[in-house]
């Protein structure tokens, strides 16, 4: 009949089960397969190929409008002998499992930021066991997993539940650390979708859940004294459920593709039968949860999108959580040869006089200071829609935290810097997508959108140009860089670079380390010591006063610091620094792993550079940040030897002038289409395309012109032998 559902098991047996069940002869592979279906003619009236399928989900048809379309998806809500929607999945749990026993599971949250537990102190998931009957129930040999096929994978202790009592477990996975105060299950939950299944000890199912995906620090469970399941918004990890509601909205649907387009989009939003939408075209603001009419527009029909806008959407029905925020940014007209980055997020965020992170706020502080406590130097984070497009098309979107970046520039430039990064209160934990074609690096934690700094070239290249340079050619970490533009909202934000973050978790990522105790431990400081990003700076200063308080011509001062200090990655900072000419020498930044790694150099933030002056004079400067470290080992005559010939290499195979110019122009060539736009955005402090052109032409002569000048300051500052002399000479005879 019309609208009515036929349920096949594919069990192998060709038959019909007492209870009229239809049995196939044939069994779905659960890696991959292709199911037709066939008239009594056997003339082909459907198929479908499936890949690889976890255990419990299925592969399914999707609906809309009361109707099947030809969309399938994977998914965590299987709906067999019901429609593939929402009402249906809850009709299926409804009728098949209500719980076998007293013992229930009884609350759920696969994405937890909010709550804490144990001694440690961390956000784990969790699984509520509770006892519902009259009677003590002992639940030893109870197993509790993830995957039917695998009852036991955790096994609850020798214990009894009283009645109206409830046991939490966490399941913070098999290299959790020990929780005297919690079980630990070995597996992890997922916000994407799980299955979870409750056995007595003989093996008898009690229980069980199939999860879909879920918004973070919302859980699911059985309703106050109901088998019925619920989502609760507010989560009661050890304590009495509420009524809860009866499901979640499912995420709002886009008819077109988010993206590049050369005209205006008709734009259909779908959301399920049921199910009103709310929805916003400009300023990036989310419809309200409980009023989306005071801030959204209700959707009735299709809307033409006409201009570059950035929509959001969410979906709402009575005794329903309102979904997530789906969010798709269509570029309309627009003309980039770069790759885009989208940032949608709630205006005020950014732009409330008061609380707007991208503001001064009401107490900046004083601009002789450069405004030191203004919003914008604060590490506020609001939540965002983080989106990149190749090509035109949308190749990664994720929620966010938005926090603003960097130094001087945040006062001195009205466009300024963004970092990103990847935590669970706002979806996922890490971003999985290879955003750097020099890394290997497929899942990333951290980013930041650099806007170029003060760079004194006026070209915005000093810093990316320089990186490119050593990039993976010298003893020093280097940040993976792209350049790209940038859209706030819909509206364009200008030129932007693309970067690794700073921070513990880009040198966990480059030195290879997984284990999360050892990445908290991480020392990373700054200047001469005395500014700590991550750990401690006490062994840093170590090695600072030791040099200034020994002889370090003498070898076993030397080695003293060599055991600590990797003198090696030192030395090739200071060549780079002074080759370079960074007139910014208070930007150091340095690294160890404990507990016995060495200190190792980071270069960065390389925008006051590339004009000719000699910076090894600077950087021998008593007054300078670094010259204690610097000067110390130039007195110990083998480092001093082995810098000027490590000088000499360098000026002949990474900074020879056609290297240079050659990075130089490639870097230019990337983003000269997007001058012309960058200097009208920002047209107060962004160079015309002629001064940019200029300012290019400043660098390729600096590239021409350096090297000669380096030997002669090396010359000057060194009494060189002969030898020396005719080593750096031949370094630069191009």
Same mark, same amino acid.
């Given at each position: 009949?019309?609208?009515?559902?036929?349920?096949?098991?594919?069990?192998?047996?060709?038959?019909?089960?007492?209870?009229?069940?239809?049995? %196939?002869?044939?069994?779905?592979?659960?890696?991959?397969?292709?199911?037709?279906?066939?008239?009594? %003619?056997?003339?082909?009236?459907?198929?479908?190929?499936?890949?690889?399928?976890?255990?419990?989900?299925?592969?399914?048809?999707?609906?809309?409008?009361?109707?099947?379309?030809?969309?399938?998806?994977?998914?965590?809500?299987?709906?067999?002998?019901?429609?593939?929607?929402?009402?249906?999945?809850?009709?299926?749990?409804?009728?098949?499992?209500?719980?076998?026993?007293?013992?229930?599971?009884?609350?759920?949250?696969?994405?937890?930021?909010?709550?804490?537990?144990?001694? %440690?102190?961390?956000?784990?998931?969790?699984?509520?066991?509770?006892?519902?009957?009259?009677?003590? +129930?002992?639940?030893?040999?109870?197993?509790?997993?993830?995957?039917?096929?695998?009852?036991?994978?955790?096994?609850?202790?020798?214990?009894?539940?009283?009645?109206?009592?409830?046991?939490? +477990?966490?399941?913070?996975?098999?290299?959790? $650390?020990?929780?005297? *105060?919690?079980?630990?299950?070995?597996?992890?939950?997922?916000?994407?979708?799980?299955?979870?299944?409750?056995?007595?000890?003989?093996?008898?199912?009690?229980?069980?859940?199939?999860?879909?995906?879920?918004?973070?620090?919302?859980?699911?469970?059985?309703?106050?004294?109901?088998?019925?399941?619920?989502?609760?918004?507010?989560?009661?990890?050890?304590?009495?459920?509420?009524?809860?509601?009866?499901?979640?909205?499912?995420?709002?649907?886009?008819? !077109?593709?988010?993206?590049?387009?050369?005209?205006?989009?008709?734009?259909?939003?779908?959301?399920?039968?049921?199910?009103?939408?709310?929805?916003?075209?400009?300023?990036?603001?989310?419809?309200?949860?409980?009023?989306?009419?005071?801030?959204?527009?209700?959707?009735?029909?299709?809307?033409?999108?006409?201009?570059?806008?950035?929509?959001?959407?969410? =979906?709402?029905?009575?005794?329903?959580?309102?979904?997530?925020?789906?969010?798709?940014?269509?570029? &309309?007209?627009?003309?980039?040869?770069?790759?885009?980055?989208?940032?949608?997020?709630?205006?005020?965020?950014?732009?409330?006089?008061?609380?707007?992170?991208?503001?001064?706020?009401?107490?900046?502080?004083?601009?002789?200071?450069?405004?030191?406590?203004?919003?914008?130097?604060?590490?506020?984070?609001?939540?965002?829609?983080?989106?990149?497009?190749?090509?035109? !098309?949308?190749?990664? !979107?994720?929620?966010?935290?938005? =926090?603003?970046?960097?130094?001087?520039?945040?006062?001195?430039?009205?466009?300024?810097?963004?970092?990103?990064?990847?935590?669970?209160?706002?979806?996922?934990?890490?971003?999985?997508?290879?955003?750097?074609?020099?890394?290997?690096?497929?899942?990333?934690?951290?980013?930041?959108?650099?806007?170029?700094?003060?760079?004194?070239?006026?070209?915005?290249?000093?810093?990316?140009?320089?990186?490119?340079?050593?990039?993976?050619?010298?003893?020093?970490?280097? $940040? =993976?860089?792209?350049?790209?533009?940038?859209?706030?909202?819909?509206?364009?934000?200008?030129?932007?670079?693309?970067?690794?973050?700073?921070?513990?978790?880009?040198?966990? *990522?480059?030195?290879? &380390?997984?284990?999360?105790?050892?990445?908290?431990?991480?020392?990373?400081?700054?200047?001469?010591?005395?500014?700590?990003?991550?750990?401690?700076?006490?062994?840093?200063?170590?090695?600072?006063?030791?040099?200034?308080?020994?002889?370090?011509?003498?070898?076993?001062?030397?080695?003293?610091?060599?055991?600590?200090?990797?003198?090696?990655?030192?030395?090739?900072?200071?060549?780079?620094?002074?080759?370079? %000419?960074?007139?910014?020498?208070?930007?150091?930044?340095?690294?160890?792993?404990?507990?016995?790694?060495?200190?190792?150099?980071?270069?960065?933030?390389?925008?006051?550079?590339?004009?000719?002056?000699?910076?090894?004079?600077?950087?021998?400067?008593?007054?300078?940040?670094?010259?204690?470290?610097?000067?110390?080992?130039?007195?110990?005559?083998?480092?001093?030897?082995?810098?000027?010939?490590?000088?000499?290499?360098?000026?002949?195979?990474?900074?020879?002038?056609?290297?240079?110019?050659?990075?130089?122009?490639?870097?230019?060539?990337?983003?000269?289409?997007?001058?012309?736009?960058?200097?009208?955005?920002?047209?107060?402090?962004?160079?015309?395309?002629?001064?940019?052109?200029?300012?290019? !032409?400043?660098?390729?002569?600096?590239?021409?012109?350096?090297?000669?000048?380096?030997?002669?300051?090396?010359?000057?500052?060194?009494?060189?032998?002969?030898?020396?002399?005719?080593?750096?000479?031949?370094?630069?005879?191009?």
């Amino acid at each position: 009949k019309p609208g009515e559902t036929l349920l096949v098991f594919c069990s192998g047996r060709s038959s019909t089960a007492a209870d009229g069940a239809l049995e %196939a002869g044939f069994r779905l592979s659960s890696y991959s397969g292709v199911v037709m279906l066939s008239d009594r %003619a056997g003339r082909l009236m459907d198929s479908v190929s499936y890949g690889n399928m976890p255990a419990d989900w299925s592969y399914a048809r999707g609906y809309a409008d009361g109707s099947p379309t030809d969309t399938w998806a994977l998914t965590s809500r299987p709906t067999p002998g019901y429609p593939n929607t929402e009402d249906g999945f809850a009709a299926f749990l409804a009728a098949n499992f209500a719980p076998a026993s007293d013992i229930v599971i009884s609350e759920v949250l696969c994405s937890n930021s909010s709550i804490r537990f144990g001694e %440690a102190q961390e956000s784990s998931d969790f699984i509520e066991i509770e006892n519902r009957g009259s009677s003590a +129930v002992n639940i030893g040999g109870y197993g509790l997993t993830d995957n039917a096929g695998n009852p036991t994978k955790f096994r609850f202790p020798d214990m009894t539940l009283m009645p109206g009592e409830r046991v939490l +477990v966490l399941a913070a996975g098999a290299d959790a $650390q020990a929780d005297t *105060q919690h079980l630990t299950a070995p597996f992890r939950l997922s916000r994407a979708g799980t299955t979870l299944a409750l056995f007595d000890a003989k093996g008898k199912l009690l229980d069980r859940y199939f999860i879909g995906e879920m918004p973070p620090n919302i859980s699911v469970g059985r309703a106050a004294g109901s088998p019925d399941i619920a989502y609760f918004s507010t989560p009661t990890p050890g304590a009495p459920n509420g009524e809860g509601k009866a499901g979640i909205a499912p995420p709002v649907q886009f008819s !077109q593709a988010p993206g590049k387009y050369d005209g205006a989009v008709q734009l259909t939003l779908t959301a399920g039968d049921g199910f009103d939408i709310y929805y916003t075209v400009e300023g990036g603001i989310t419809p309200d949860e409980n009023a989306p009419e005071s801030n959204s527009t209700k959707y009735t029909g299709p809307i033409t999108i006409s201009s570059t806008a950035s929509v959001r959407a969410r =979906a709402y029905r009575e005794g329903y959580i309102p979904s997530a925020t789906s969010t798709a940014t269509y570029f &309309i007209g627009t003309q980039h040869t770069l790759p885009i980055v989208s940032i949608t997020t709630d205006k005020p965020n950014l732009f409330d006089p008061v609380k707007g992170i991208y503001m001064l706020g009401p107490n900046p502080g004083s601009a002789e200071d450069f405004y030191p406590t203004a919003n914008f130097r604060s590490d506020t984070e609001v939540p965002a829609t983080f989106a990149l497009y190749e090509n035109g !098309q949308r190749v990664f !979107q994720q929620d966010i935290g938005l =926090a603003m970046t960097g130094g001087l520039s945040l006062s001195l430039r009205e466009q300024k810097s963004f970092a990103i990064y990847a935590r669970s209160r706002y979806g996922e934990s890490t971003m999985k997508y290879k955003f750097f074609e020099d890394r290997e690096f497929t899942e990333y934690k951290s980013l930041i959108l650099r806007m170029g700094g003060r760079d004194t070239s006026k070209t915005k290249l000093n810093t990316y140009v320089s990186l490119k340079l050593v990039d993976g050619k010298m003893k020093v970490m280097t $940040q =993976a860089a792209k350049p790209c533009v940038v859209y706030i909202n819909g509206q364009y934000w200008g030129l932007y670079f693309l970067m690794e973050k700073r921070n513990k978790y880009m040198v966990a *990522q480059h030195e290879g &380390i997984t284990d999360e105790n050892i990445i908290d431990s991480i020392n990373l400081v700054k200047g001469s010591g005395g500014v700590v990003n991550n750990g401690t700076n006490k062994g840093y200063l170590e090695i600072y006063n030791f040099i200034k308080t020994h002889d370090m011509s003498q070898k076993e001062n030397f080695d003293w610091v060599a055991a600590r200090l990797d003198t090696d990655s030192f030395m090739d900072l200071m060549i780079n620094e002074i080759y370079i %000419a960074n007139n910014d020498p208070g930007n150091m930044q340095y690294y160890q792993v404990p507990p016995d790694g060495k200190w190792i150099q980071i270069y960065q933030d390389l925008d006051n550079a590339f004009y000719s002056f000699d910076t090894l004079k600077l950087r021998m400067d008593p007054a300078t940040t670094g010259s204690d470290i610097f000067n110390g080992l130039l007195k110990y005559k083998p480092w001093r030897d082995a810098f000027i010939e490590r000088f000499a290499w360098t000026l002949k195979n990474i900074y020879a002038p056609d290297r240079v110019i050659a990075v130089i122009d490639e870097a230019a060539t990337a983003v000269r289409s997007e001058v012309a736009a960058d200097h009208q955005r920002w047209s107060k402090e962004l160079p015309t395309p002629e001064e940019w052109e200029a300012g290019v !032409q400043t660098m390729k002569a600096f590239a021409q012109k350096r090297p000669a000048a380096m030997v002669g300051y090396l010359k000057q500052h060194f009494q060189l032998t002969q030898e020396q002399i005719n080593m750096l000479e031949d370094a630069i005879k191009y």
